[in-house]
């Protein structure tokens, strides 16, 4: 089976994790009187991190693994990289019978956000993947797929094409296709901060590759993020405060198929074609899963069409980053 890479997240928590190029931190008193927990792994194929303040260390710890062990289940329903996960079982059938309960609040939160960006955001362009990817596995290959063939992708794109319920999901289309690496990140996201919340907590911060805070540091300061731009830079990325809020960024080199990054990641359902490489959209949103969407579908959006989202969406902000910088809409 083929790999197929999540979008790479270019948002990064402002707080100290080794290794991972974020902004200088300064502990405060405050913070050196509570127990501060910090956890790094991998979600969905991105780095993931999840602090709180917790005023028993053992206690936080045992938490705090009952947390990952809750995302390591739910990878398992969202994931594309391994063969035997739900998502990827219902799209080798092309129906599902008796889902699980998380993927379909997953599909009734894409069905809002297809809603709302009016059909940008659509989880069925996996078979545009695919396309690029045969496209691209060809020897010599540099240029996008030619348009003919992202015709017969096309096909199987469209969301209205997927009937969900309690009870099954079925694809009207034979080799029909879903990723949720536009949300799933997101959701999961969601799922930890819910838990932590509900343990008592009322400070930490989550990054299941997408970032949400819950309350402030321990001091009472907001949490960070940094908002990278769309290529690795060496200028110091802007910078955001979260309290209660989630913030995710979706870029086209998150994956790339040329060195352009012309053809990426990132699919217009509609055309077949790819978000602009020279632009990365930052979208602020009181859940994370509605943040990631928001944020995918920014990327294949003008500006004008941002501010009209963000008016719809209501709640919501939206920063574009480029070579030149950082600005909000």
Known sequence: MTSYPTRRKFVTITAAAAGMGLLPFAR???????????????????????????????????????????????????TLYDKDSVLCDLNRRGVLVAPPPELVDVLQQCDRAWNVTGGVFDPTVQPLWTCYYKHFAEAGETTPPPAEKLAQSLQLVGWRQVKFSRDQIVFDKPGMSLTLNGIAQGYITDRVVDLLREAGLESCLVDMGEIRALGTHADGKPWRAALQGPVDTAKTPAAIDLVNKAVATSAASGFQFDKSGQSNHIFNPVTGRCADPARALSVVSDTAASADALSTACALMEDKQIVELLRRAGGTRAFVSTAAGTVEL
């Open 28 to 78: 405060s008193h405050a913070e050196e009187q509570a127990a501060l927990l910090e956890w790094q792994g991998v979600s969905l194929g991105s780095v993931a991190t999840i602090r709180i303040y917790h005023p028993d260390r053992e206690a936080g710890r045992k938490l705090i693994d009952r947390v990952v062990a809750e995302a390591r289940r739910l990878e398992m329903i969202f």
